[in-house]
């Protein structure tokens, strides 16, 4: 059985990528790159093409996310499609031409064509099975979570009540950082911002007067050592396909302020302080509760720490294993 794992160009980004790299120490899988990564018709045929000339021979053509349109030129290959959120749809104008395209080339016709479904958690599952209502969908999706990277392992600290370290992973504009960085005014901490901040941010932490570290283009080695020298792990997003910091923040046994909607409260297992993320007051008595309270801080870890080895790689990778095999290549 030839498995190939298609991936977006990286200049679009590594997170994707990031989730399916290690499966290579598991499983005899390959790997394919698209040599264009920006938006139009004429990249995205570029892109199909090369697809269907580098796997004439592969059993199982495995796209790992956001270049689903490649579907469109596989009809009749043994597919799978891993879907991490709708955010295309959820944040576009339903009267946008935009919206259309991406509803078209992104959901209703890959999720036509492929053969296999993976949804990385059930609030986008409900989330796809809301837009696209093609005959037959549900009956060929899963929901298989991302992993957590053999990396991230248990690191015991003293926690540092006096002056806690706060770590934020991502400064995109769900990443709610604005939000965050009001809510620590006055707190004593000292916040580390893992990606590249904006001018206003850096005005915002100014006029704050937080004390800050920004880091940028982090090996993975240096996110880790992050995770491990922290003391909170601040995660309050106002949207998610799943949300794997919260995992990572529980894997190496730290607490996790995050947000009270889906999919946070099920990935977490509950083992999390959740505020209204969309709420100043909320997140900052989230963050006092975090450092304060000993009781609440320790019993959420604990739970924390069990709750995230469901979702390690070897638990994942069996689980896509197992899809693998469920395709009759006879």
Known sequence: ??????????????????????????????????????????NMKENISYVKKNTEKDDILHITGDVHYLLLGLKKRNTILTIHDTVLLDNTSRFSPKWYFYYLFWFYFPCKFVKKIVCISKYTQENLNKYVKARGIQNKTQIIPDPVTAD??????????????????GTNWNKNLDRVIMALEGIACKLVIVGKISEDIENLLKEKNINFQNKMNLTDAQIVEEY??????SFPSIYEGFGLP?????????????????????????AAIFVDPKNVKSIREGFLTAINNDLIRNEKISVGYENAKQYCEEVVVQQYNSLYKS???N
């Open 327 to 329: 395709f009759n290549l």
């Open 246 to 270: 919260i995992l990572e923040g529980q894997s190496v046994g730290r607490i996790v302020v995050t947000s009270n909607i889906e999919p946070h409260k099920s990935v977490s297992g509950g």
């Open 1 to 42: 059985m030839s498995v190939v794992l298609i991936n977006r160009n990286n200049k679009a980004g590594f997170s994707i990528y990031k989730c399916f790299e290690n499966f290579k120490k598991y499983l005899p899988l390959k790997e394919l790159f698209m040599p264009q990564y920006r938006i139009s018709f004429k």
């Open 152 to 169: 991230f392992v248990k690191s015991v600290k003293v926690f540092n009540k006096e002056c806690p370290v706060i770590l934020h992973i």
């Open 228 to 233: 491990n020298n922290c003391d909170v792990v």
